[in-house]
């Protein structure tokens, strides 16, 4: 069976932080890219960042120099790294595995708040 477990999200300031977790039960993580997007309701769902299997990184206008994706293989761990975070980022992040195709798996979505 495939599941992608997040972690890490809730409830921040203005300016703080958060790091995002997903974990993967996959035997083929590491040959797949690995992303995080959000979706805010009406909205399309809008890629944050991306990390391919070789560690080639891919961020949103909106977040560069904020955010920071990783991923360790050994761990079928894909992170999400946010800092300086604002008001607007104020979103459900979901993590994706394989891309937005058919061969793609998405966990079930984590809540970012960020307010005063």
């Known amino acids: 069976q495939v599941q992608l477990v997040e972690s890490g999200g809730g409830l921040v300031q203005p300016g703080g932080s958060l790091r995002l977790s997903c974990a993967a039960s996959?035997?083929?993580?590491?040959?797949?890219?690995m992303g995080w997007y959000r979706q805010a309701p009406g909205k399309e769902r809008e890629l944050v960042a991306r990390?391919?299997?070789?560690?080639?990184?891919n961020y949103a206008d909106s977040v560069k120099g904020r955010f920071t994706i990783s991923r360790d293989n050994a761990k079928k761990t894909v992170y999400l790294q946010m800092n300086s975070l604002k008001p607007e980022d104020t979103e459900v992040y979901y993590c994706?595995?394989?891309?937005?195709?058919?061969?793609?798996?998405w966990g079930q979505g984590t809540q970012v708040t960020v307010s005063s």
């Open positions: 996959l035997s083929i993580f590491g040959i797949r890219a």
């Open positions: 990390i391919t299997s070789g560690g080639s990184t």
């Open positions: 994706n595995h394989g891309g937005l195709g058919s061969g793609g798996y």
